[in-house]
Nanobody, 123 residues
Framework: QLVESGGGSVQAGGSMTLSCTAS????????MGWFRQPPGKEREGVAA????????YYAVSVKGRFTISRDNAKNTVYLQMNSLSPEDTAMYYC???????????????????WGQGTQVTVS
C-alpha cells in the first residue's frame, strides 16, 4: 500500500510537504514518484526518486520549487513544495515502479502501484 498525507489548502507563495509511506515491498521496488492531476486535466509526473540512490527527477514546471526526498528507514518519500501557485492545485498521488526511474519516470503507465491521493489547493 501507498499512503499519502500532508495535503490541504495554502495561500499562493506558501509551502507544503507531502508524505508517502509505502510497504517495504513497494518501497524497495526502486522508483517512487509523485504525480498530480488538476481538475479536468490528465495526470502528470511531478517528481521521482530512486530509493537506492540520490537520483531525482523533476518536471520543468516545478524544478527549483519542489524537492523530493526519501527516508529509507521509514519507507517514506517526501515532496517539499515551495512558492506554490494556484496552478499547483491538484490531487497529488504517490506511485511505485520497479527498477530505476530513468527516462520513464514521468509516465504514469510505468507505475503499477498507487496511493489514494491527497488534495492540494492553492488560492
Amino acid at each position: 500500500q501507498l499512503v499519502e498525507s500532508g495535503g490541504g489548502s495554502v495561500q499562493a507563495g506558501g509551502s507544503m510537504t507531502l508524505s508517502c509511506t509505502a510497504s517495504a515491498f513497494k518501497y524497495n521496488l526502486g522508483c517512487m514518484g509523485w504525480f498530480r492531476q488538476p481538475p479536468g486535466k490528465e495526470r502528470e509526473g511531478v517528481a521521482a526518486i530512486y530509493t537506492g540512490s540520490d537520483y531525482t527527477y523533476y518536471a520543468v514546471s516545478v524544478k527549483g520549487r519542489f524537492t523530493i526526498s526519501r527516508d529509507n528507514a521509514k519507507n517514506t518519500v517526501y515532496l517539499q513544495m515551495n512558492s506554490l501557485s494556484p496552478e499547483d492545485t491538484a490531487m497529488y498521488y504517490c506511485a511505485a515502479a520497479p527498477g530505476l526511474c530513468g527516462g520513464r519516470w514521468s509516465r504514469a503507465s510505468e507505475f503499477f502501484s498507487w496511493g489514494q491521493g491527497t488534495q492540494v489547493t492553492v488560492s
